[in-house]
């Protein structure tokens, strides 16, 4: 009997940690759910420098264009053709995201013209050009 009780008292002063485990497992749900996920463009630009630049909270949709005009959507170059058919492909999955331009200070203006004109025929209607706060 001696050992009998020495089990069930054992049991007794077990620690549960069913408990602590849902908590753990309901705040990992919570900070993925909350979390804000950033898409880059893929490449690393240096940004021309405005005094008029203003912040922008919904932009969903970036496109960097290179020091050599090379276009990148989601961290792929893309052909200067096929821009329009990206942005209305990202444009379905979040029609009110705004397209911004990430343009290297030493791109060609044309290029970044046939992007924000891309932009504008796929229906985005909310370009603008990302700059450097002075």
Same mark, same amino acid.
């Given at each position: 009997m001696?050992r009998r009780?020495?089990?069930?008292?054992?049991?007794?002063?077990?620690?549960?940690?069913?408990?602590?485990?849902d908590?753990?497992f309901?705040m990992?749900i919570?900070f993925i759910? /909350? !979390?804000s996920?950033? #898409?880059? &463009?893929? +490449?690393? $630009?240096?940004?021309?420098?405005?005094? /008029? !630049?203003m912040?922008? #909270?919904? &932009?969903n +949709?970036? $496109?960097a264009?290179?020091s050599?005009n090379?276009?990148?959507i989601? #961290?792929?170059?893309i052909d200067i053709?096929?821009?329009?058919?990206?942005?209305?492909?990202?444009?379905a999955?979040?029609p009110?995201?705004?397209?911004?331009?990430?343009a290297d200070?030493?791109?060609?203006?044309e290029t970044?013209?046939k992007?924000?004109?891309?932009?504008?025929?796929?229906?985005v209607?909310?370009?603008s050009v990302s700059?450097?706060?002075k």
């Amino acid at each position: 009997m001696g050992r009998r009780n020495k089990a069930a008292e054992e049991d007794q002063n077990a620690i549960d940690l069913t408990p602590m485990l849902d908590v753990v497992f309901i705040m990992l749900i919570f900070f993925i759910v /909350t !979390a804000s996920f950033i #898409k880059e &463009a893929g +490449i690393e $630009i240096n940004r021309p420098e405005a005094t /008029t !630049a203003m912040l922008k #909270k919904n &932009a969903n +949709i970036l $496109i960097a264009v290179s020091s050599n005009n090379e276009v990148w959507i989601d #961290k792929s170059r893309i052909d200067i053709r096929a821009v329009k058919g990206s942005i209305e492909r990202l444009h379905a999955e979040n029609p009110k995201g705004a397209v911004v331009i990430q343009a290297d200070d030493d791109s060609n203006i044309e290029t970044l013209t046939k992007v924000a004109q891309a932009a504008r025929e796929a229906g985005v209607m909310d370009v603008s050009v990302s700059t450097e706060k002075k």
